[in-house]
DNA sequence: CCGCATCTACCTAATAAGAGAGAGGCTGCC
DNA sequence: GGCAGCCTCTCTCTTATTAGGTAGATGCGG
């Protein structure tokens, strides 16, 4: 047995809803000699409740999850402590989710193909409550700023614009007239600077403002 | 110790360019008392080097790999040795992809977010030369067959309009007239049954005919 | 209360996209 | 050789989409 530090060791919990990725993660940590993990969860429901009875010092969180997604985790984990320390977590590299994430109050973001000692890394550092996020992530998350954020009545319409919905079938769909999708169709060309409404489809995913 | 069974362990490459997840496998098979990881690779090209040199029962390999991706890694195995036994996991669930795989030899394909011992099974199965295939994938390479497939120019075209470009911008692109431009698309729009062009993205996405 | 953003709605004119039909050159397969 | 499938090009016609401008109604924060 090695001597055990005066530290505690950084209780860990983990959330994500492939069996694999957990295993492959609790591994790692519990290979380190002042980590631990002390739950795992599979579903955004669980990470909160999880949470909520083991207050633990790092939560490390995938994004895409049934039940809640990421995002809303975060939301409610900082309600129920404003001081949580999260490490987001993902295999999405899309800017939008990052910035809202990181806006929100995680404490750092990385994307799962990160080599070993770099998740360790970050999980020692939001356990001191230091940011942590990964070089391409943090360009990203500079390029969204500035850029034009859409509201939730664009967002509706991209969503059925994405599905390849006409005005027509969008203005039904959402009780409105012709003209007035067109209206947000138009603005939203406009604020993701596109041509015509296909690329804006691209480029909303590509931004992960809309998923497919 | 455990006594050693007569039958020789199944021994198992990994190839996963995520380390968690190759991590998350290695516990996994390493716990078990009949198969032992005797290999993990992180790219295409080192799964056919590994593959190689070391002859395993298995190979677990991931769709989406960088330097060559898996069905390619599928093809290059399969010319090396046309026994191979290959199981196929991913995250992704279109349906062109595993199609592609399954018809080209590969044993097997399950998803990421398959429970441990589902996954387990598959390995066992796999090696002993029976075709393991979850059922939610089953069903969707089932839709497959019978669909129409797209040819290479529809796929090129496919792609540029995926980006969001113009058939005259097309056109430009790929050295043809915008006619023919709108003939490829056309087809493209009859053969994925849909209306408009944003839609023929939509579905061509779920199919996992392109990337993003 | 005012300003700002949002959502709503309408208009015209220009452009792009899609449907339909036909047709020649090319390959590979039977 | 003949046939099938693919790629290419041409044409017309209709509809959908986009650009431009204008403007009323609402709600929110300063």
Same mark, same amino acid.
């Given at each position: 047995? #090695?001597?055990?530090?005066?530290?505690?060791?950084? $209780?860990?919990?983990?959330?994500? /809803?492939?069996? =694999?990725?957990? /295993?492959?993660?609790?591994?790692?940590?519990?290979?380190?000699?002042?980590?631990? =993990?002390?739950?795992?969860?599979?579903?955004?429901?669980?990470?909160?409740?999880? *949470?909520?009875?083991?207050?633990?010092?790092?939560?490390?969180? /995938?994004?895409?999850?049934?039940?809640?997604?990421? =995002? @809303?985790?975060?939301? $409610?984990?900082?309600?129920?402590?404003?001081?949580?320390?999260?490490?987001?977590?993902?295999?999405?590299?899309?800017?939008?989710?990052?910035?809202?994430?990181?806006?929100?109050?995680?404490?750092? *973001?990385?994307?799962?193909?990160?080599?070993?000692?770099?998740?360790?890394?970050?999980?020692?550092?939001?356990?001191? /409550?230091?940011? *942590?996020?990964?070089? !391409?992530?943090? @360009?990203?998350?500079?390029?969204?700023? !500035?850029?034009?954020?859409?509201?939730?009545?664009?967002?509706? #319409?991209?969503?059925? =614009?994405?599905?390849?919905?006409?005005?027509?079938?969008?203005? $039904?769909?959402?009780?409105?007239?012709? !003209?007035?999708?067109?209206?947000? #169709?138009?603005?939203?060309?406009?604020?993701?600077?596109?041509?015509?409404?296909?690329?804006? #489809?691209?480029?909303?995913?590509?931004?992960?403002?809309?998923?497919?």
């Amino acid at each position: 047995m #090695v001597a055990v530090l005066t530290r505690k060791k950084i $209780r860990v919990i983990l959330a994500d /809803d492939h069996p =694999v990725v957990r /295993d492959g993660l609790a591994a790692m940590v519990n290979q380190q000699a002042d980590m631990e =993990v002390v739950a795992e969860a599979g579903d955004g429901e669980e990470a909160i409740a999880l *949470y909520e009875q083991h207050q633990p010092d790092v939560l490390v969180l /995938d994004l895409r999850m049934p039940k809640r997604d990421g =995002v @809303a985790v975060v939301q $409610r984990v900082l309600e129920i402590n404003p001081k949580a320390r999260i490490l987001i977590m993902t295999t999405y590299d899309g800017d939008e989710d990052i910035f809202q994430c990181l806006s929100q109050g995680a404490k750092g *973001y990385l994307l799962k193909d990160a080599p070993r000692q770099e998740i360790l890394s970050a999980i020692r550092a939001v356990s001191e /409550d230091r940011p *942590y996020t990964s070089s !391409g992530v943090a @360009a990203k998350a500079l390029q969204r700023m !500035g850029k034009p954020s859409l509201t939730q009545r664009e967002l509706n #319409v991209l969503e059925l =614009v994405a599905q390849g919905r006409s005005n027509k079938d969008i203005a $039904r769909r959402l009780s409105i007239t012709e !003209g007035t999708a067109k209206t947000h #169709v138009k603005s939203i060309l406009t604020k993701l600077d596109a041509i015509s409404r296909t690329e804006a #489809v691209a480029v909303a995913h590509k931004r992960g403002l809309i998923r497919l």
